[in-house]
């Protein structure tokens, strides 16, 4: 594994981030991109801070839990210096993505929710129940709304955040970067379709600088092979938040070889995620430097887990460790994990 670690404090790896290592000239003062990898126990929150303060979370974990997720996220927007999140993107509407959006809006204060439309897993209690919930939050007349459609780009300054996938669609032409034949699709199995909401995820292509980050939501593989075959509209990416969770539904060979990404981000739960099937993909992924999870998955066991090093939490009792990545406009990246204290730096490429 390559890379550069260093021990220390956030600003430790905020200054790595922008090259500030002994035997350099200071780089010029600049704010990173910074990512945090909240802990929703296998949901998803992912914030975004762009340098000039704007906040754009990716799902909001799960209802109840006396307010957790909420909590979590909170504490991560403080973290970053922010008191409001400008846009709350929700992938599809499942408890762990939509479900604590509610008890987010009531901890701190929220512009513009982002979705794909109605929920189509309509015959699913649960679904039904959060999407409810969801709907009536909107309806307080309190937050600007934005249907996404594939191909549209999101009006958050400071990175472009291009939608790809949503409502079961998927753009028709490939972004710069993609446009070439796929050769991880020759010996590709036609998958399952998939009737519930994953398949209908928001799914977003981050570009900042010259850093890409790909987040499909829980995309299933049915889908990823309209991305990506016969040919790979996406084309190569740095940072990949790995679909579902690493479920073994989602994150297909098409896929992950195909965007051949430098690191991988996945954040699976205890006992949520973290598939052996998926996880040999990433790790099989030509040109993959790293690996890091939010937890140890008990599915995966010794044998389908990342060494200690890369993992937020260990075995055991709840801590909420995060993942943060301070980016860029390079391409240069650290990450940092906030059970060890240490950073990782990737250089630009």
Known sequence: MRGFWAKGTLAAALSLSLGLFAGAAPAPATKPLQIYFV?????????????????????????????????????????????????????????????????????????????????????????????????????????????????????????????????????????????????????????????????????????FGKLRILDLGDLTADKELELMCPMNKIGAVDIYIASHHGFFQSGSVSLVHGIAPRVAIMDNGAKKGGSPVAWDVIEKSPGLEDLWQLHYSEEGGDAHNVAAAFLANLQGPDTGNYLKVAAAADGSFAVFNSRTGETKKYAAR
Request: aromatic share 4%; with cysteine; charged share 20%.
């Open 39 to 207: 802990d929703v126990e296998g949901g998803q929150a992912t914030l975004f801070v762009t340098p000039e303060g704007k906040a754009l979370l990716i799902d909001t974990g799960w209802p109840g839990n006396n307010g957790r997720d909420a909590d979590r996220i909170a504490a991560a927007a403080k973290d970053a210096g922010v008191k409001k999140i400008d846009f709350v993107l929700i992938t599809h509407y499942h408890d762990d993505h939509v479900g604590g959006a509610p008890q987010l809006a009531a901890k701190i204060p929220v512009g513009t929710f982002i979705d794909h439309g109605e929920n189509r897993e309509t015959s699913d209690a649960s679904a039904s129940r959060v999407f409810a919930a969801y709907q009536e939050l909107l309806s307080s007349g309190k937050y600007k709304h934005i249907v996404a459609k594939p191909g549209e780009v999101l009006p958050i300054t400071g990175m472009q955040v291009r939608v790809v996938a949503a409502d079961g669609q998927v753009i028709e032409r490939p972004l710069p970067g993609g446009g070439k034949e796929n050769t991880n699709c020759a010996n590709a199995a036609k998958p399952a379709v998939d009737v519930t909401e994953n398949p209908r995820s928001l799914g977003t292509l981050i570009t």
